[in-house]
């Protein structure tokens, strides 16, 4: 019974081996983050082009969280071999991806986005501080008579602070499944209520709780969720002046026509700005690709080296002109050789 079981178990193992050969994609599929996706798009296109004998790879945009769990659904032709992401992948998503066997991981930092808060041009721009975001978005705020932590009541912006106009707050954003929402959450959220006593009272007291408290968003229809699609939010955002959209810069850049970016603890978002650091809500966007695929998938170390080449990458790369801030120069070599020797993530 047990030699017939091993029998059977060898036999579907070698017919699996079998099915793989014979039913390998020959182009590779990469899912993620909508910020990164127009980005990999240019350099899917590209890789197109200048390669005859690679297929242009296939891109969806489906969010940071749930690229991550495709991704990490294990090893094979039914599941994705690059990634993008709008920030690090967690250490849960790494131990996601080891109990589905996906063990050898390639990180590449491709450059820096910024996160703005947007507006119509047909809106006057309002001077907005991390502060005043976090009073507008989070699900428990600070009582301006006690100071003890209530149900968030702001209804405009003027509530909050008498410097800004009298606009009913409305703020178009994007689903738990978005790096852009971690990384909001983390950069602004986070950062916005460390400023009260009421919540360095907490944190004292319970962490935890303080935590949950800076980064809980308001679920009364003031902070709406607009799905992975960020130029939805731009038609919106045309469609009703008083709201404010949250997303990457490459996407108010394409937009400028229509759209504004409103200026945060005093600094607009700009290519300069993000650049140099000055412009508060920015972060690294990054691509993961599938070590177990190449050589299986035809053509992903070519479309790395694509990716991580200056005349992508580079500071006058056509990455840069859709908006994609660059690294610096040591740090984009630096990447660029760790990619293309296929240096994996620590465990």
């Known amino acids: 019974m047990i030699k017939h079981k091993l029998a059977l178990a060898v036999a579907a193992t070698i017919l699996t081996a079998t099915a793989y050969g014979q039913s390998a994609r020959d182009y590779i599929s990469i899912v993620g983050s909508s910020t990164v996706y127009p980005f990999t798009t240019a350099v899917a296109e590209q890789f197109g082009k200048a390669n005859a004998n690679f297929k242009t790879p296939k891109v969806e945009s489906t969010g940071t969280g749930g690229g991550f769990k495709l991704f990490c659904g294990g090893v094979g032709v039914q599941h994705p071999d690059i990634s993008n992401a709008s920030r690090a992948i967690k ?93 909001f959450v983390e950069l602004v959220m986070d950062h916005g209520c460390k400023e009260f006593p009421a919540i360095k009272d907490l944190e004292k007291a319970d962490e935890k709780k303080a935590k949950a408290t800076c980064q809980t968003i308001r679920e009364d229809g003031v902070f709406i969720e607009a799905g992975e699609n960020d130029n939805l939010i731009v038609n919106k955002l045309v469609a009703n002046p008083n709201a404010l959209g949250i997303f990457g810069y490459s996407f108010l850049e394409e937009n400028l026509d229509k759209i504004q970016g409103e200026t945060i603890n005093g600094v607009a978002p700009s290519f300069e700005t993000i650049a140099d650091g000055k412009y508060p809500v920015s972060r690294p966007l990054f691509v993961y690709a599938k070590k177990a695929h190449v050589g299986v998938i035809p053509g992903i170390k070519e479309f790395i080296a694509e990716f991580t080449s200056e005349k992508a990458m580079g500071d006058e790369g056509y990455l840069a002109r859709k908006g994609l801030i660059p690294l610096p120069n040591a740090k984009r070599k630096q990447v660029a050789m760790d990619a293309n020797a296929l240096k994996v993530m620590a465990p």
């Not at 491709?110 to 041009?121: E, R, T």
Request: hydrophobic share 40%; with cysteine; proline share 9%.
């Open 91 to 183: 250490k849960s998503e790494i131990e996601t991806c080891a109990k589905n066997g996906v063990t050898e991981i390639v990180e590449i930092n491709i450059g820096f986005d910024g996160i703005v808060l947007a507006s119509s041009k047909k809106n006057k721009p309002m001077p907005l501080t991390i502060k005043d975001l976090w009073l507008a978005l989070a699900k428990e705020v600070p009582d301006p008579a006690t100071g003890k932590l209530v149900m968030n009541n702001f209804k405009t912006w003027k509530d909050i602070n008498a410097a800004l106009p009298a606009n009913k707050i409305e703020v178009l954003g994007p689903p738990p499944t978005s790096g852009t929402r971690d990384a």
